[in-house]
């Protein structure tokens, strides 16, 4: 799966030389980026919560959990630019990475778009797919790339099935059914391949 990041690396790039080079004129630092992402995911949240009284608001929802995804990425390209990189400010952006992303599960479930078991699988299964990456650098096992569901595979696919929501009732649920598979399915891709790694480093 490594084409995959080579890929997502490229789109990235691609569609942020242009933004990183302004935030650099204008003084803007990668903090400044990963706490306007998390804002933007709470508000995303709250939206999602009374999407239960208009449909249409799920379109908004989405586009901003999407903005905020983007956002997120931008901050550690940010940081390679201005060689900000920090061990704290990586642990900053993986926390609320996941405040943020927790939220938004959390009001898509209350807005009723999903049913609880879904809402509930969906969301622990993604946090496990992250839990995996984090435990597995911490053992020198890169895993960036390894699995079908990563983070912005998830982002991606609730804002898609967000924007299709008021035309197609039950899609958002539809998605958290086969984000959830996927997800099962990517940790235990990179639970074999983490065991695999460790297993011949120990030979």
Excluded: C, Q
Excluded at 137 to 166: C, N, Q, T, Y
Excluded at 197 to 202: E, F, N, R
């Amino acid at each position: 799966m490594r084409w995959k990041r080579e890929l997502e690396n490229r789109i990235l790039t691609r569609l942020s030389n242009d933004l990183i080079d302004v935030f650099l004129y204008t003084g803007i630092k990668p903090i400044h980026l990963t706490i306007t992402s998390l804002l933007l995911a709470f508000t995303s949240s709250f939206i999602y919560y009374f999407s239960r009284d208009s449909v249409y608001l799920y379109f908004i929802a989405g586009a901003l959990f999407l903005l905020s995804g983007f956002l997120d990425a931008l901050d550690g390209a940010l940081a390679r630019r201005k060689n900000m990189e920090s061990k704290s400010g990586a642990f900053l952006d993986s926390i609320l990475d996941k405040i943020g992303e927790s939220a938004i599960f959390i009001g898509i479930i209350a807005s009723g778009a999903v049913t609880a078991l879904w809402g509930s699988l969906a969301l622990s299964s993604s946090i496990l797919v992250s839990y995996t990456r984090s435990r597995a650098e911490s053992l020198g096992v890169d895993l960036k790339g390894i699995g079908l569901m990563e983070r912005a595979e998830r982002i991606i696919l609730i804002s898609i099935a967000s924007f299709l929501e008021p035309f197609f009732e039950g899609i958002i649920n539809l998605a958290m059914i086969l984000l959830t598979i996927l997800s099962l399915s990517t940790l235990i891709h990179r639970i074999l391949y983490v065991n695999k790694i460790l297993s011949h480093k120990l030979s």
